[in-house]
């Protein structure tokens, strides 16, 4: 339907609703002179203005000129007034809730209630004037009689206010902006709806049979009927108590005002005021209770929901989650599941650099990519201050281990911005799959956090399954002593292998000598394959052996030139990885600076590369080392740069001569815009700064050319060279290649 057929269905709809209720009220009306006692007509059409808008006006008039052509013939002089009365009267009342109240609309409440009350009043009021004026003018009334005629003008269009605006505004009005989204609560069903009306219908059979049986107690018997619907405020939806108490209240209203079951018809202004007040008493009861439960019931959800709700990114905290999975586990019957423990990656920087506000809108932005990845029926919820849970429904182990990989992969994906700087966030997952109803929930949270433990330990951003009834932790700790123990054995027995790659200058150096860096490489003494730092490091680290890898490292290095002096002469800058121990071990300057003076490669040609993370862990401790080791003559260069959460924020902390962009960034530069940019921003602060950039990862020739174009000064990687042990690398005459 378009919009103008829609507009005029709308405005036909409205004039006939209008008609229709101004039809029920005129059966109380004897003469073309007298006033309704109740005016319903008044309700729709103060609903309608609030609903609609004011521009709406225009149905009222022509609704009341149709009313006096089709069913209440009057004078013409006071149909411009009766027209005016409504149109005006509903302009001011509607006007002054849209202009001083415009949020009354927006929620139910008590107190819209009455604001709406107050509009109606104004409306009322207005009309009533208008309307008695108008009859006075057109000779329906005596003059002396106005002040009479004002009042019933009044008290029919509260009725109608009061009975019809509620159950019109509800019935217009969008659920979700009226009551606030809140639409779970658990209301009667549709058998307690049709007892209820039922009862509403034989409570007014009651009312109608004893005042024809001459019984006199009338009033007291509409009681029934006010029971039935003070029993739909508790139990039904409050649209549906509006609706039953618009239509009782009309009908007890028609009973009462035509004299039947037992009522007199009001024949003076005194006895249609307390009619009118006593069926206005009526309507409203029901209404207020109505109401007043459903604040009750938004105010418990809202407890609810906080007590169950993680405040920060709206998913379930750990009580809620521990309820929901325990009464799963509890029902059965062998449903397959899986418990997932996921703990964001290096979330401490974060905190340290950015401040407590960024990490809280990083927790936030992450579990909605987690929500968005789950299947229907699947649970998240936030467990710790960077830790979350997730209960996979219906998936084996080979399902929970290919959805949380999706997990994992769809966090590594997204893009944190922050004051424009454009950083990537990883997550570590401990997954364990179950069977409902044969394990506890401790035991499951416990061991998802073992798991998830030794996914971190493995470098993080991986997934790491247990199942029950398994040692899982033994297992995987034994894994890691066995890394340890290794590491162990090939220092000691000079198991580590030195290899080099060239990094090659982007642009002619005169003069320029062997740059390159040392990688390591540790040799299986069953196999003889050679491992990669990847598959050590990470244990060597855990276990405090990552100071003596360093020690090893760069005495090793210093023994090879020093038994070859000649290659030693062709080195420009020789670079060397530390981890993170060395920043924090005491002793290990002390080390370098001695090992320093008795060897024959110049500490001005020595460069050690220090991981962007490992700076950020301690940053105080890092600028320290690096203060000293370069006024020990040596050069420093943060690697892994850009993967930090606010590279560009302590680079002044950290005084290094070299910023080696992460690889990661590299190898797609070529390709990417995202990549592009960043390479150019890092390119261009290093210019700023006065530090020289290195790009690793330059696989390919289009990838070095683009480094090029963007200033960057020096590239390393397999488009340069491949890494070569240290004696071949030094056994050939060719040299690194010149961009």
Not at 50 to 74: M, Q, S
Not at 121 to 126: F, G, K, R, S
Not at 192 to 201: H, I, P, V
Not at 253 to 281: I, N, Y
């Amino acid at each position: 339907m378009t919009p103008p057929i829609r507009a005029a269905a709308r405005f036909l709809l409205l004039v006939a609703a209008y008609v229709a209720a101004a039809g029920v009220a005129l059966f109380y009306v004897d003469s073309p002179n007298d006033i309704t006692l109740i005016w319903p007509s008044t309700g729709i059409a103060y609903g309608a203005l609030l609903v609609f808008g004011l521009r709406w006006w225009p149905f009222a008039a022509v609704a009341v000129l149709l009313t006096h052509l089709l069913l209440a013939p009057a004078p013409w002089l006071f149909v411009p007034y009766s027209i005016a009365s409504n149109v005006l009267g509903g302009l001011l009342g509607a006007g002054y809730v849209r202009r001083f109240h415009p949020h009354a609309l927006g929620r139910l409440s008590l107190g819209t209630g009455w604001v709406l009350m107050a509009g109606g009043a104004i409306m009322a009021v207005t009309s009533a004037v208008i309307g008695s004026a108008g009859m006075v003018h057109a000779g329906m009334v005596a003059p002396d009689l106005a002040v009479q005629a004002a009042l019933r003008w009044l008290m029919g269009d509260l009725f109608g206010i009061i009975a019809v605006t509620p159950a019109m505004l509800l019935l217009a009005l969008p659920a979700p902006r009226i009551l606030h989204g809140e639409s779970s609560f658990r209301y009667g069903g549709v058998g307690e709806k049709t007892l209820l009306a039922a009862s509403l219908g034989g409570g007014l059979a009651v009312v109608l049979w004893a005042g024809d049986s001459g019984n006199g107690y009338a009033l007291a018997l509409t009681s029934l009927p006010l029971a039935a619907l003070i029993l739909s405020a508790v139990r039904f939806e409050p649209v549906f108590t509006a609706v039953a108490n618009a239509a009782m209240s009309m009908l007890l209203a028609t009973v009462a005002g035509l004299g039947l079951a037992g009522f007199t018809p009001p024949a003076t202004l005194g006895d249609s005021a307390l009619l009118t007040l006593f069926m206005c008493v009526i309507a409203l009861i029901p209404q207020l209770l109505s109401v007043t439960i459903f604040e009750n019931r938004l105010a418990s959800s809202r407890l609810i929901r906080r007590a169950t709700t993680d405040p920060l990114t709206g998913v379930a905290n750990r009580t809620a989650f521990e309820a929901h999975v325990r009464g799963l586990v509890q029902a059965g019957p062998g449903e397959p599941m899986a418990l997932a423990y996921i703990d964001m990656d290096r979330f401490r920087i974060v905190n340290d650099t950015l401040g407590h506000a960024v990490g809280d809108s990083l927790i936030a932005a992450v579990s909605g990519v987690l929500e968005s990845r789950l299947a229907p029926g699947d649970v998240l919820a936030r467990v710790g201050g960077d830790a979350f849970a997730v209960l996979l429904r219906h998936c084996d182990v080979a399902s929970a281990l290919q959805r949380t990989h999706d997990l994992r992969d769809a966090v590594a994906a997204y893009r944190f911005v922050s004051d424009a700087h454009v950083s990537t966030s990883t997550v570590s997952i401990g997954v364990v799959p179950f069977r409902a109803d044969d394990v506890e929930f401790s035991t499951l949270l416990a061991q998802a956090d073992t798991a998830c433990f030794a996914a971190k330990e493995r470098g993080g951003n991986r997934v790491v399954a247990l199942e029950p009834g398994r040692q899982g932790e033994v297992h995987e700790r034994s894994e890691a002593m066995r890394w340890a123990l290794r590491i162990d054995n090939a220092l000691e027995h000079d198991h580590f292998r030195l290899f080099c790659q060239t990094i090659a200058p982007l642009r002619a150096v005169p003069g320029e000598q062997r740059h390159f860096e040392i990688l390591l490489r540790m040799r299986d003494p069953d196999s003889g394959d050679l491992l990669l730092p990847g598959q050590f490091v990470p244990a060597a680290e855990r276990f405090g052996l990552g100071v003596r890898l360093d020690r090893h490292v760069i005495d090793r290095t210093l023994r090879w030139f020093e038994r070859h002096p000649d290659s030693a002469a062709n080195v420009s800058l020789c670079a060397i990885n530390l981890t993170a121990a060395s920043i924090e071990d005491e002793a290990f300057l002390p080390f370098l600076q001695a090992r320093l003076q008795r060897s024959v490669l110049p500490a001005h040609r020595l460069c050690f590369e220090l991981t962007e993370t490992s700076a950020l862990r301690d940053l105080a401790r890092a600028q320290a080392l690096i203060q000293s080791v370069r006024a020990l003559g040596c050069r420093f260069a943060l690697d892994d740069f850009g993967t930090g959460f606010c590279s560009f924020g302590y680079l002044r902390s950290l005084d290094v001569d070299f910023f080696k962009i992460d690889g990661s960034f590299v190898k797609d530069v070529a390709t990417s815009t995202l990549s592009y940019a960043i390479v150019r921003s890092i390119a261009d602060i290093g210019r700023v700064m006065r530090k020289q950039t290195i790009a690793e990862c330059a696989e390919s020739e289009s990838v070095r050319q683009r480094l090029g174009d963007l200033g960057v000064d020096y590239a390393q990687g397999y488009a340069i060279s491949a890494p070569e042990p240290i004696e071949r690398y030094f056994g050939t005459s060719r040299r690194a290649a010149v961009g």
